[in-house]
């Protein structure tokens, strides 16, 4: 289950059309309407979820991958993201891309990730001018074209590579180590324009996960340690000279995060009491210590994600890692506005808003 229990094995929005080459599809069984897309990480078999919320009558398809497609999504997802008119679903144990149409569900292409007969077992996903980008724990990222649907490059970084960003005309990818005796503590910085890793940043954050980028262009790491003796933790880069602007430390003690208009949602999905502390990453200063400001209870926050139209918080609960988890919206002041099962769906991760 993501990065808490490794030994499964291991958000950029762009404007693009349909490429000519998607293939001709039969119409689908159900055209979703405003709602929003879950994606269901699993645990651990061919039971990874993609379902459909509808927000105009509150009804949620919990297998809506199925229900357009015949089959089933695979095992582990990991992360997708929306570009353009295509969602890319990052399969880890699958080791594949899953490409669907955003209106639909409709499948286009799975992408193999492989190194021969190797599975490279994908993580993360950025976009960038046509271009995809996929981190992989076998140390690389690949390069995936938005219009062919092909890898038209596979790019060397760090040790068992995590969450990924675009700030400028730089990738930032979050080395882990994540499976070495003494986890990583790098950021590859990769130059969109020749595609090459052009430097390693020695960052104060050990065992990093998600890479988030403010207005400003400041890029900030977070990461694990070692879940004992070395604390989770959180730095940030300057872009502009690609060095380390200042460490925000075990302050901000949760691995993971979401950033949102140069707020971020430090949460912690392995533990620990709180649900996500609210920083601005402007004035760096705490904005809440608790995001949820009434009686609600979020079990096992597993994600964040933020509708870019109301500024509305979904967080995604993954309860006790084997049952059917929960999404909640709340508004930007911390209060419920609605919940529901994503059942049969086990570790929701990621949600996409469709309009």
């Known amino acids: 289950m993501n990065n808490i229990f490794k030994i499964l094995v291991p958000t950029v929005l762009l404007?693009?059309?349909?490429?000519?080459?998607?293939?001709?599809?039969?119409?689908?069984?159900?055209?979703?309407?405003?709602?929003?897309?879950?994606?269901?990480?699993?645990?651990?078999?061919?039971?990874?979820?993609?379902?459909?919320?509808?927000?105009?009558?509150?009804?949620?398809?919990?297998d809506f991958f199925r229900q357009q497609n015949g089959s089933d999504l695979g095992q582990i997802a990991n992360d997708m993201i929306q570009y353009g008119s295509k969602i890319y679903i990052v399969m880890n144990q699958s080791s594949n891309v899953t490409v669907i149409t955003a209106a639909t569900a409709m499948l286009i292409k799975r992408i193999d990730l492989v190194n021969g007969a190797t599975k490279r077992f994908p993580r993360y996903a950025a976009a960038y001018k046509s271009h995809v980008y996929i981190s992989a724990t076998d140390g690389t990222v690949s390069v995936i074209d938005t219009a062919s649907l092909a890898i038209v490059k596979t790019i060397p970084v760090g040790a068992n590579p995590e969450g990924l960003a675009v700030s400028g005309n730089y990738l930032y990818v979050a080395n882990s180590g994540g499976y070495n005796a003494t986890p990583d503590s790098t950021v590859s910085v990769?130059?969109?324009?020749?595609?090459?890793?052009?430097?390693?940043?020695?960052?104060?954050?050990?065992?990093?996960?998600?890479?988030?980028?403010?207005?400003?262009?400041?890029?900030?790491?977070?990461?694990?340690?070692?879940?004992?003796?070395?604390?989770?933790s959180v730095s940030v880069i300057n872009s502009s000279t690609n060095t380390i602007k200042s460490e925000l430390g075990t302050n901000y003690n949760y691995p993971f995060f979401r950033l949102y208009h140069d707020v971020a949602f430090f949460y912690n999905?392995?533990?620990?009491?709180?649900?996500?502390?609210?920083?601005?990453?402007?004035?760096?200063?705490?904005?809440?210590?608790?995001?949820?400001?009434?009686?609600?209870?979020?079990?096992?926050?597993?994600?964040?994600?933020?509708?870019?139209?109301?500024?509305?918080?979904?967080?995604?609960?993954?309860?006790?890692?084997?049952?059917?988890?929960?999404?909640?919206?709340?508004?930007?002041?911390?209060?419920?506005?609605?919940?529901?099962?994503?059942?049969?769906?086990?570790?929701p991760n990621k949600v996409i808003f469709t309009r």
């Open 190 to 232: 990769i130059d969109l324009n020749t595609q090459m890793e052009i430097k390693k940043i020695i960052t104060g954050t050990k065992n990093s996960q998600r890479v988030e980028v403010n207005s400003m262009g400041d890029v900030y790491v977070s990461g694990y340690g070692n879940f004992g003796s070395i604390p989770a």
């Open 269 to 347: 999905n392995y533990g620990g009491s709180g649900t996500a502390k609210v920083y601005n990453t402007i004035t760096n200063t705490l904005i809440r210590a608790e995001f949820i400001t009434d009686a609600s209870i979020v079990t096992t926050p597993y994600g964040i994600n933020i509708d870019e139209e109301n500024g509305d918080v979904y967080i995604t609960d993954a309860k006790d890692y084997s049952s059917a988890g929960s999404v909640t919206s709340f508004d930007k002041d911390g209060k419920m506005k609605f919940s529901f099962s994503v059942a049969p769906g086990i570790n």
């Open 15 to 62: 404007l693009n059309a349909c490429s000519k080459d998607d293939p001709i599809t039969a119409p689908p069984v159900l055209q979703p309407s405003k709602g929003i897309y879950v994606l269901s990480e699993g645990s651990g078999g061919n039971n990874s979820k993609l379902g459909f919320y509808n927000i105009g009558n509150g009804t949620f398809n919990g």
